[in-house]
């Protein structure tokens, strides 16, 4: 069983930045991020694999920026330009082996972290 920690999330004015992180207690493969907004479901944002290759929700591209470091096991995500509808809890996942199944799904991941609340206020 991998455990994972999200930290880095807190309360930022629109236009700054943040950058999340999350640590693994074990190796993963796939592993992405997922946000919750109230009462909205649960949303990719991104994911990457082991090897580098990354994909991003249509929402993510150009502001967000995921990547890991397999030696820390730990995977971040840099967020640009934050906007007010970023405001959410960021969710870390990971996948315990390779997946076919397609990285948006929440159902190619294996283990969830607990969540990091980020707050963008206008």
């Known amino acids: 069983q991998v455990q994972l920690v999200e930290s880095g999330g807190g309360l930022v004015q629109a236009g700054g930045s943040l950058r999340l992180s999350c640590a693994a207690s074990g190796r993963t493969f796939t592993m992405g991020w997922f946000r919750q907004a109230p009462g909205k479901e649960r949303e990719f944002v991104a994911a990457i694999s082991r090897g580098g290759g990354t994909y991003y929700a249509d929402s993510a591209k150009g502001r967000f920026t995921i990547s890991r470091d397999n030696a820390k096991n730990t995977l971040y995500l840099q967020i640009n330009s934050l906007k007010p509808e970023d405001t959410a809890v960021y969710y870390c996942?990971?996948?315990?082996?390779?997946?076919?199944?397609?990285?948006?799904?929440?159902?190619?991941?294996?283990?969830w972290g607990q969540g990091t609340q980020v707050t963008v206020s206008s």
């Open positions: 996942a990971a996948a315990r082996s390779a997946t076919t199944t397609a990285w948006p799904s929440k159902t190619a991941y294996d283990y």
